[in-house]
């Protein structure tokens, strides 16, 4: 069974680090891009509660598909935790900074 693997981040659906993070977890399953449509640097926690999210598609540098929201970070994990693909995701990665995971700042499922 191939492993379903979500990555997004809060630099935006179109920063390059994206791209190179979703380029190399291919190596370990199917990739799924869903970030914010622009940077959200410093507000990963944050949720949109007071209006709809919409959802639209991107192509990456590469050409690889990818989907940005006008919500935040967090907002990315629960739309796709809530069933916005079809797909069950076993992973998700998130683009960290070096040292964030040790801190516990860096979110996995």
């Known amino acids: 069974m191939t492993k379903n693997i979500l990555v997004t981040n809060d630099d935006g659906?179109?920063?390059?680090?994206?791209?190179?993070l979703a380029q190399e977890?291919?190596?370990?399953?199917?990739?799924?891009i869903l970030a914010p449509d622009r940077n959200w640097s410093g507000g990963g926690h944050v949720?949109?509660?007071?209006r709809a999210l919409r959802v639209r598609e991107f192509h990456l540098e590469d050409g690889t598909q990818a989907f940005g929201s006008d919500g935040a970070p967090s907002d990315c994990v629960s739309?796709?935790?809530l069933g916005y693909?079809?797909?069950?995701?076993?992973?998700?990665?998130d683009n960290s900074r070096p040292g964030e995971r040790e801190r516990g700042e860096s979110s996995r499922f």
Not at 25 to 32: A, D, E, I, P
Request: without cysteine; hydrophobic residues 45%.
């Open 79 to 81: 739309l796709t935790m």
């Open 85 to 93: 693909f079809k797909e069950k995701f076993q992973s998700h990665d």
């Open 47 to 50: 949720k949109t509660l007071d």
């Open 13 to 20: 659906v179109l920063a390059p680090g994206l791209l190179a």
């Open 25 to 32: 977890m291919r190596n370990l399953g199917k990739v799924t």
